[in-house]
């Protein structure tokens, strides 16, 4: 199994690059491509809510995520069964954003031509596709207030790691490779279960290491200018979505590790897509 400072360090990573730079006024709009391909300049919506509001939206053609492209965590994911079957894309909103509005938001991005035109899903066979036509959308506000990685410490103190850092075996009734930090993530029976608390298992931090352990990223802070506190200011919702015959998106098939995040960032007014689809991944060469 991959080390414990293996899994850290590359959570960590993508915790981190999912966190792009601000970009100036003029950059926003060069990078800024419409659903047909066009270049055109964002514009700011009238920042006054109203309960007619539709959020409208542009993929962001050239925004590029350096953790998905480079090799060492190409192979890391090729190992284990997520690489080809993952994918993060970016799009802005010219409207205002507040967490009360999350419901809508998502509604209007499944339906928005653009996201339909450009938004990734994997079909049964494997293969990329685009999104189909959505009756209904689900989701889940995910709390992301623990920004650091002090929440695994337990996991340190509990016979879960080997001085090494190498996780330790284990026997389990059904999967014949198994080992105590997935005995921890998955079996509430586990001895080890309850070193993490409730609450902390639904941060996105907790979630999204929980993905890489599994197999098969983000937040943006801002800090106070008079309490030098670091907040979250990114809204992170797990989401999913119908067609006329059933669950859509992000497959047809539920499994704890397929999955998708919307993460909102209202100021620069970008969303970011992560997505995952279980299943066997691409271990061809990179």
């Keep these: 199994p991959p080390s414990w400072r293996t899994l850290l360090t590359l959570q960590g990573s993508t915790y981190r690059q999912l966190d792009p730079p601000i970009l100036s006024a003029a950059s926003s709009a060069r990078s800024t491509t419409c659903c047909h391909g066009n270049p055109r300049p964002t514009i700011m919506a009238d920042e006054k809510l109203s309960f007619e509001q539709t959020f409208t939206f542009r993929t962001l053609s050239t925004k590029t995520f350096q953790f998905i492209h480079n090799p060492k965590t190409a192979r890391l994911l090729m190992k284990w069964s997520m690489f080809g079957r993952t994918a993060v894309q970016a799009f802005n909103f010219d409207q205002f954003f507040q967490p009360y509005k999350s419901k809508d938001f998502v509604?209007?991005?499944?339906?928005?031509?653009?996201?339909?035109?450009?938004?990734k899903v994997l079909d049964r066979s494997g293969s990329w596709t685009l999104l189909g036509d959505i009756t209904h959308v689900?989701?889940?506000?995910?709390?992301?207030?623990?920004?650091?990685?002090?929440?695994?410490?337990?996991?340190?103190?509990?016979?879960?790691?080997?001085?090494?850092?190498?996780?330790?075996?284990?026997?389990?009734?059904?999967?014949?490779?198994?080992?105590?930090?997935?005995?921890?993530?998955?079996?509430?029976?586990?001895?080890?279960?309850?070193?993490?608390?409730?609450?902390?298992?639904?941060?996105?931090?907790?979630?999204?290491?929980?993905?890489?352990?599994?197999?098969?990223?983000?937040?943006?802070?801002?800090?106070?200018?008079?309490?030098?506190?670091?907040?979250?200011?990114?809204?992170?919702?797990?989401?999913?979505?119908?067609?006329?015959?059933?669950?859509?998106?992000?497959?047809?098939?539920?499994?704890?590790?397929?999955?998708?995040?919307?993460?909102?960032?209202?100021?620069?007014?970008?969303?970011?897509?992560?997505?995952?689809?279980?299943?066997?991944?691409?271990?061809?060469?990179?």
């Design 107 to 119: 509604w209007n991005f499944f339906q928005d031509p653009c996201v339909k035109n450009n938004l």
């Design 138 to 286: 689900n989701l889940e506000a995910v709390p992301c207030t623990k920004m650091s990685v002090d929440i695994f410490d337990p996991i340190f103190s509990n016979g879960i790691l080997r001085p090494s850092g190498d996780i330790i075996k284990c026997y389990h009734e059904v999967y014949p490779d198994f080992d105590e930090l997935r005995m921890l993530l998955l079996e509430e029976e586990s001895e080890h279960y309850h070193i993490i608390s409730p609450s902390d298992r639904q941060e996105f931090l907790f979630r999204l290491f929980k993905h890489m352990v599994l197999g098969g990223e983000l937040c943006h802070v801002q800090k106070d200018p008079e309490t030098k506190e670091i907040s979250v200011v990114t809204t992170v919702l797990k989401v999913s979505a119908h067609d006329d015959t059933g669950l859509y998106y992000p497959s047809s098939t539920e499994h704890e590790q397929t999955f998708a995040y919307l993460c909102i960032d209202p100021f620069k007014r970008h969303v970011y897509v992560f997505y995952h689809a279980f299943g066997i991944g691409d271990f061809s060469a990179i």
